[in-house]
């Protein structure tokens, strides 16, 4: 049979539903993939999403004789445009077979599209931004990945590399064994912080006023965030949304706020992996899916502190790592053995320097690739 490559749009639900399920096939062989559930890609996929009122999205399917072998999203993020200062688009939710032409026609469908917009770089993967799960994994293939990281096959590096695209910037994972974390060292250091810091203190989320909690957390993280590379502030509507998928999962003692006398100052959200559970639930959470849920659910030995942050006046002085110290204890009391932080961006030295400092070793590696869209290519 003759070999042809067709990209198409995706246009209907018929078309959305291949999209979302095609790296079921893609990964079936793979011990390390975690399925998603199909409802939450629906959700995040949706025009009605809260990203989408402030950005753009167009889904396009590789065929080959009529068979799926790859998957793209281009994406353009108003709000990321404006605070940047950058016609920068994005591609996501990228998945393909070992074949760099389905590679590269996928990423030349985006950059098209992209440019006929009036875009002038394209970075990625983002799916769909730097507020979710972003980064292609280039290092760590020998686990599976923690709750919102991303996955995807070793060879991914090479397709994208093929089709022109160069490192932007890398994201680190760190990972905090109980067995190597050094509880001893780490209590001299929470003192030292509190007689140099005696108005900070920590509490714990109050899930009954958590409207009034959100707020905190909308200030602090779209001020303390502001400088770091790819950021773009979250809309409430988006911090609501994140935090109505969160709440289900979240653990309150695992939810902290720091405070200098009553001025909340910083907050660090952790959630159990609650991928071990959806390894088993194969995309689905019905009745049986429950079950599974609540089962497996025990059987969660690591946390990820997928959350940080701290006002600019504050930073550096001690409540960063107060946040992760206590946070690490309080998981190794509720039965916890692991802990993940990520991500941490390549050019954060002081955060890198202090995790590893708690015992962390960095055991994966992301990347965002970026490439000009010149309107010659």
Same mark, same amino acid.
Not at 170 to 190: G, V
Not at 273 to 279: F, S, T
């Given at each position: 049979?003759?070999?042809?490559?067709?990209?198409?749009?995706?246009?209907?639900?018929?078309?959305?539903?291949?999209?979302?399920?095609?790296?079921?096939?893609?990964?079936? &062989? *793979?011990?390390?993939?975690?399925?998603?559930?199909?409802?939450?890609?629906?959700?995040?996929?949706?025009?009605?999403?809260?990203?989408?009122?402030?950005?753009?999205?167009?889904?396009?399917?590789?065929?080959?004789? !009529?068979?799926?072998?790859?998957?793209?999203?281009?994406?353009?993020?108003?709000?990321?445009?404006?605070?940047?200062?950058?016609?920068? !688009?994005?591609?996501?939710?990228?998945?393909?077979?070992?074949?760099?032409?389905?590679?590269?026609?996928?990423? #030349?469908?985006?950059?098209?599209?992209?440019? /006929?917009?009036?875009?002038?770089?394209?970075?990625?993967?983002? #799916?769909?931004?730097? #507020?979710?799960?972003?980064?292609?994994?280039? &290092?760590?293939? *020998?686990?599976?990945?923690?709750?919102?990281? =991303?996955?995807?096959?070793?060879?991914? =590096?090479?397709?994208?590399?093929?089709? !022109?695209?160069?490192?932007?910037?890398?994201?680190?994972?760190? $990972?905090?064994?109980?067995?190597?974390?050094?509880?001893?060292?780490?209590?001299?250091?929470?003192?030292?912080?509190? @007689? /140099?810091? =005696?108005?900070?203190?920590?509490?714990?989320? @109050?899930?009954?006023?958590?409207?009034?909690?959100?707020?905190?957390?909308?200030?602090?993280?779209?001020?303390?965030?502001? %400088?770091?590379?790819?950021?773009? =502030?979250?809309?409430?509507?988006?911090?609501?949304?994140?935090?109505?998928?969160?709440?289900?999962?979240?653990?309150?003692?695992?939810?902290?706020?720091?405070?200098?006398?009553?001025?909340?100052?910083?907050?660090?959200?952790?959630?159990?992996?609650?991928?071990?559970?959806?390894?088993? $639930?194969?995309?689905?959470?019905?009745?049986?899916?429950?079950?599974?849920?609540?089962?497996?659910?025990?059987?969660?030995?690591?946390? @990820?502190?997928?959350? $940080?942050?701290?006002?600019?006046?504050?930073?550096?002085? !001690?409540? &960063?790592?107060?946040?992760?110290?206590?946070?690490?204890?309080?998981?190794?009391?509720?039965?916890?053995?692991?802990?993940?932080?990520?991500?941490?961006?390549?050019?954060?030295?002081?955060?890198?320097?202090?995790?590893?400092?708690?015992?962390?070793? %960095?055991?994966?590696?992301?990347?965002?690739? &970026?490439?000009?869209? /010149?309107?010659?290519?």
């Amino acid at each position: 049979m003759a070999r042809e490559i067709r990209i198409i749009e995706v246009k209907d639900q018929k078309d959305l539903i291949s999209f979302i399920r095609f790296p079921w096939t893609l990964y079936k &062989e *793979d011990p390390f993939w975690v399925p998603p559930l199909v409802k939450d890609q629906l959700q995040k996929l949706s025009p009605y999403h809260p990203f989408r009122s402030h950005a753009e999205m167009k889904l396009f399917i590789a065929l080959q004789n !009529g068979r799926i072998v790859g998957r793209i999203a281009g994406i353009i993020d108003h709000h990321y445009v404006q605070f940047q200062g950058e016609k920068v !688009g994005f591609f996501g939710f990228f998945e393909s077979t070992r074949d760099s032409e389905v590679g590269e026609r996928l990423f #030349n469908q985006v950059k098209s599209w992209l440019k /006929s917009q009036g875009m002038e770089k394209m970075i990625g993967p983002m #799916n769909p931004s730097t #507020n979710d799960e972003c980064g292609l994994l280039i &290092e760590g293939f *020998d686990s599976a990945p923690c709750l919102m990281m =991303p996955y995807n096959p070793p060879y991914y =590096p090479d397709l994208l590399e093929e089709s !022109g695209l160069k490192k932007a910037m890398d994201l680190y994972a760190y $990972l905090l064994e109980k067995d190597s974390f050094r509880l001893d060292r780490l209590d001299r250091i929470t003192e030292r912080i509190k @007689r /140099s810091e =005696p108005n900070l203190s920590l509490r714990t989320v @109050r899930m009954r006023d958590l409207n009034e909690e959100l707020k905190i957390i909308k200030e602090i993280y779209n001020q303390a965030w502001s %400088r770091n590379w790819g950021f773009v =502030p979250m809309t409430e509507e988006e911090i609501d949304e994140m935090a109505k998928n969160l709440k289900p999962l979240a653990v309150p003692d695992l939810v902290l706020f720091a405070y200098w006398k009553d001025e909340p100052v910083g907050f660090s959200v952790a959630l159990p992996d609650y991928n071990v559970v959806l390894k088993h $639930l194969n995309g689905k959470l019905g009745l049986l899916g429950l079950l599974k849920f609540f089962y497996y659910s025990r059987k969660i030995k690591k946390i @990820r502190v997928l959350l $940080l942050g701290v006002k600019k006046e504050f930073q550096k002085r !001690g409540v &960063e790592g107060l946040l992760y110290i206590e946070t690490f204890k309080r998981g190794i009391q509720k039965g916890y053995q692991e802990a993940e932080c990520s991500w941490i961006l390549e050019s954060n030295l002081l955060m890198q320097h202090g995790i590893e400092a708690m015992g962390g070793k %960095r055991y994966k590696t992301y990347r965002i690739y &970026e490439t000009p869209l /010149s309107p010659f290519q």
